[in-house]
């Protein structure tokens, strides 16, 4: 890789448009699957018992990290459009990053995209194990 770079890393630019994508199914492709959602909260975080309120926990430290992120860089960070493609409404961001000649994140976009998402129930049954 530090080869490819050394040759050709003038000419080459990296940019991805979902965040949350590219961590969940790149970085986190573990957390895609309800077994391994168990083991990042029983054995990772010692969380044995998943309630909707731990699972609230994570999902609200996540999206302050986000606004806090947005809001000491300057970031704007709006609700998506529903009938406008994204691509064009961020572009006029993204031109004045370019004519800035800056890099890095230069907008964040809210929108509710259908996906996998997971829930912490009660069981139907008793079990034997109580931590289930």
Not at 7 to 22: A, L, P
Not at 34 to 45: C, G, I, M, T
Not at 126 to 131: F, I, R, V
């Amino acid at each position: 890789m530090e080869t490819l770079m050394q040759f050709f890393g003038s000419m080459m630019t990296f940019v991805y448009h979902c965040f949350d994508r590219i961590v969940i199914n790149g970085y986190l492709s573990m957390l895609s699957s309800p077994e391994q959602v168990v083991y990042f909260f029983k054995d990772v975080l010692a969380q044995q018992c998943i309630t909707k309120e731990v699972l609230s926990v994570r999902t609200k430290d996540y999206t302050h990290w986000v606004d806090s992120y947005a809001k000491n860089h300057s970031i704007p960070i709006e609700w998506a459009e529903a009938g406008v493609r994204k691509e064009d409404y961020v572009r006029p961001h993204l031109k004045k990053l370019e004519r800035d000649n800056r890099f890095g994140v230069y907008f964040i976009l809210k929108s509710m995209e259908q996906g996998t998402t997971f829930r912490s129930v009660e069981p139907k049954f008793p079990t034997d194990d109580p931590d289930y």
